[in-house]
Structures are given as C-alpha cells and as structure tokens.
C-alpha cells in the first residue's frame, strides 16, 4: 500500500496570501495524485487531477504540481472560502489511498 | 444534477452486519464506476471499495478485505456495500462517489460526485 503524507498538518495563512501544500508518496505514483478540498458539514470537493490538471469550475488560483513521489498544491491568493482542510490521493494502484491532510485556517 | 443518496447505516453491534445502499441519479449509472469512501471521527479520509461501470471488477482496502463486499443494480441505479463482521474501528460516515470522467470521457478513480453520506456505528 502507498502511504500519502502531508505537510504541514496546519497552516496558518492571511487572506491574500499564499499557501503551498505538500503531498509526499511513499514510492512514486507518477501524476496520478489529486487533490480535495473539505470544508466541515460538506463533502469533499474535488480540485486538482492527475496532478496539474483543474477539474470542472475550479478557479485558476488553485494549481497542482509535480511527479513521481513529490506534489504541490499551491493557492494563490486565499479567499475566504478557501479556508479549509486539503487531502491528496493517489490512483496509481489499488486501493487506492489518501494522505492525512492539511488544516489551512486564518493566521 | 447528480445526486447520490446513501442509506442503512445506524448503530449495530461488533461482529454484527449492516447493508449500505447508495441510489444514484442524474447520471448515466450503467457506465460510472463507484467507490466507498469513509471518514472515521477525527480522522481523515480512507478509500475503501471501488466497483466498475459493468461490476466485472472489484477493489477493496485491506482494512476491509474479507468482511464487506461491494455489488450494483444497474437496472436501479444502485450500489451496496455488505458490511460484515463489523468491529469498532469502523465506525465512519460512509460515502458513496462517482469516479471522475475527464473531459475526453475517461474515466479514473478520483471522485467527482458524493453522496451527504450515512453513519454507520459499532459499539456494544
């Protein structure tokens, strides 16, 4: 099983700013990471695919890199709404796996 | 508009079973692949069963393997998911979601639509 990490558990961003996320695979998963976003009484909302590539209505501020074992979600300038807890998950193999989170609240 | 709507979860007891039931609609059921993914109190996010378009092919976490089997009726739009041999740490919020289709039709198991999701405890 490919285990996801993510760093920071938390981070403390003003509005405006920006904020990096990170999303480390335990051997590599290609480009087959996505990234979600949850907010608390919703479901997750899915972001990025396949590493870089935004899914349906998704706004340009969010944006997805890197391969192998090593990703980035990166937002550009924070909205209010965007405060939020991020996962990152892999589809390279079965099952299927996401990584612990990232909590991104109001600095 | 898609919706998923799942249901059966409740409280049961450890070693004991529950069947879920997620109904879809909105979409074309027969060619959408599903998953069942679970949030534990506290916790984050865990993938659990994933059933192809045609039922052909099945996943599971190896948390599960074994103890739930995953089925769908395409002639009713609905997927299920037999919990047996049910232990504490499953204790989850349940939600069924559709494998994403990108924009040229294909489809990949990252999850574009969920269901609100059902409660399922166990505890003596």
């Known amino acids: 099983e490919i285990v996801l990490t993510q760093s920071p558990a938390t981070l403390s961003v003003s509005p405006g700013e920006r904020a990096t996320l990170s999303c480390r695979a335990s051997q590599s998963v290609s480009t087959y990471l996505a990234w979600y976003q949850q907010k608390p009484g919703q479901t997750p909302r899915l972001l990025i695919y396949?590493?870089?590539n935004r899914a349906t209505g998704i706004p340009a501020r969010f944006r997805g890199s890197g391969s192998g074992t090593d990703f980035t979600l990166t937002i550009s300038s924070l909205e209010p709404e965007d405060f939020a807890l991020y996962y990152c998950?892999?589809?390279?193999?079965?099952?299927?796996?996401f990584g612990p989170g990232t909590r991104v609240d109001v600095k | 508009e898609v919706q998923l709507l799942e249901s059966g979860g409740g409280l049961v007891q450890p070693g004991g079973s529950l069947r879920l039931s997620c109904v879809a609609s909105g979409l074309t059921f027969r060619i959408t692949a599903l998953s069942w993914v679970r949030r534990a109190p506290g916790r984050g996010l865990e993938w659990i069963s994933a059933?192809?378009?045609?039922?052909?092919?099945?996943y599971y976490a190896d948390s599960v393997k074994g103890r739930f089997t995953v089925s769908r009726d395409n002639s009713k739009n609905t997927m299920y998911l037999q919990m047996n041999g049910l232990r504490a740490e499953d204790t989850a919020t349940y939600y069924c979601?559709?494998?994403?289709?990108?924009?040229?039709?294909?489809?990949?198991?990252?999850?574009?639509?969920w269901g609100q999701g059902t409660l399922v405890t166990v505890s003596s």
């Open positions: 998950q892999h589809r390279f193999n079965w099952p299927n796996t």
């Open positions: 979601a559709t494998h994403y289709v990108d924009s040229s039709g294909y489809s990949m198991s990252y999850f574009g639509y």
């Open positions: 059933i192809s378009h045609d039922a052909t092919d099945t």
């Open positions: 396949d590493a870089s």
